[in-house]
């Protein structure tokens, strides 16, 4: 290889390690170019299929030791129909992946989201309870099954990454109004 292919190389490298970055880091900071696209289309499916603006939304996906939890919340209180339409979407959502249903992920992403074979395969082995919280809900997914505890992780990380959202609370971009 010439060095000037080995730069070019290099270069690449580096802008995909910085846009990987950017789009995981648990912000909304902008990644010129194909990202930023791709993360609006997801934003406006996001709207479709969840009923509710995902930009004044808030999005966490945290991994734990026996499975994880997936919270939305409207980042301002003062919205009781945005609020009504998250817990509505979170009971959906937990109903739907214990029937080992993923459409709406997939409807979100436009892809088969990573993990969902294995919590379709599992789901016997698996439990998903939805919890209202002050401004949405969270899921809760639990299990003792070590493959289907590395498949919600898996699931966990497209999703912190594809909604540029936070590992857990602490992190959350958006403080609470």
């Given at each position: 290889?010439?060095?000037?292919?080995?730069?070019?190389?290099?270069?690449?490298?580096?802008?995909?390690?910085?846009?990987?970055?950017?789009a995981g880091g648990g912000g909304?900071?902008?990644?010129?170019?194909?990202?930023?696209?791709?993360?609006?289309?997801t934003q406006a499916r996001g709207r479709r299929?969840?009923?509710?603006?995902?930009?004044?939304?808030?999005h966490v996906f945290e991994d734990l030791p026996d499975g994880g939890r997936?919270?939305?919340?409207?980042?301002?209180?003062?919205?009781?129909?945005?609020?009504?339409t998250i817990r509505q979407h979170m009971r959906d959502v937990a109903a739907a992946f214990a029937a080992g249903?993923?459409?709406?992920?997939?409807?979100?992403?436009?892809?088969?989201?990573?993990g969902t074979?294995?919590?379709?395969?599992?789901?016997?082995?698996?439990h998903y309870q939805e919890?209202?919280?002050?401004?949405g809900a969270e899921v809760r997914i639990r299990t003792t099954d070590a493959a289907a505890v590395a498949a919600v992780h898996e699931f966990?990380?497209?999703?912190?990454?594809?909604h540029h959202a936070g590992a857990h609370e602490a992190m959350n971009p958006r403080p609470p109004s």
């Open positions: 290889m010439t060095e000037h292919g080995a730069g070019r190389i290099l270069l690449l490298v580096l802008g995909i390690g910085s846009a990987c970055k950017g909304h900071a902008s990644v010129p170019g194909r990202l930023d696209t791709a993360f609006a289309a299929v969840m009923g509710v603006d995902q930009y004044t939304s808030a997936i919270i939305l919340d409207r980042v301002s209180g003062s919205d009781p129909t945005g609020i009504t249903d993923f459409t709406k992920p997939f409807q979100v992403h436009a892809a088969v989201v990573p074979a294995v919590m379709t395969a599992r789901r016997a082995a698996m919890r209202d919280r002050p401004r966990l990380a497209f999703q912190r990454s594809a």
